[in-house]
């Protein structure tokens, strides 16, 4: 992997806004930038859009770029935008799919992945593979970020304890 070159003695704030949560997800790595440790830190809003999309990008994801650019100019925060095309409907590496499995074996909960791939190019649309996918994007893009804040996921109603934390930890 080539890493990405950076001025030396910058650090980087790396936020991953997923959706409208009021700027919460924004204003806590503003609000860290002014203790002295994190003065000089740049602040990198990224946001997922998924090319495999009509359009480039569905209502919903130029809905949460639009209301991601409105907060940050209503705060009045620097930062730059980083919008990633996740393809999340694209398999997760098998590596990816061994560590996830484990995690679920160690935690007692039920792993929902498939246990293989088949033919297709195209994951089969389950939720396991589409975090296991993000968390693999989120790594690439953010591998050189002194600190990362991500919005978390809301749990579904019938998430288990145990399924709800392996999302977390992959």
């Not at 990198?44 to 209502?59: F, K, Y």
């Amino acid at each position: 992997e080539l890493k990405k070159k950076k001025k030396v003695g910058t650090k980087r704030i790396d936020i991953w806004y997923l959706g409208d949560d009021g700027g919460l997800t924004v204003l806590l790595p503003y609000l860290m930038q002014k203790d002295s440790r994190w003065t000089d830190a740049e602040l990198r809003v990224c946001n997922l859009t998924h090319s495999s999309v009509e359009g480039g990008q569905t209502a919903r994801l130029t809905y949460t770029t639009s209301r991601m650019l409105h907060l940050l100019k209503k705060f009045r925060i620097l930062s730059a935008t980083n919008v990633v095309d996740a393809r999340l409907s694209t398999w997760p590496m098998e590596k990816t799919m061994q560590e996830y499995r484990r995690i679920c074996k160690q935690s007692g909960c039920k792993c929902v992945l498939p246990n293989s791939r088949g033919d297709s190019a195209e994951a089969p649309s389950i939720k396991a593979l589409r975090i296991l996918r993000f968390a693999e994007v989120l790594r690439t893009e953010s591998r050189d970020a002194d600190m990362v804040f991500i919005q978390l996921p809301v749990p579904e109603k019938d998430m288990s304890t145990k399924e709800y934390t392996s999302y977390l930890e992959i």
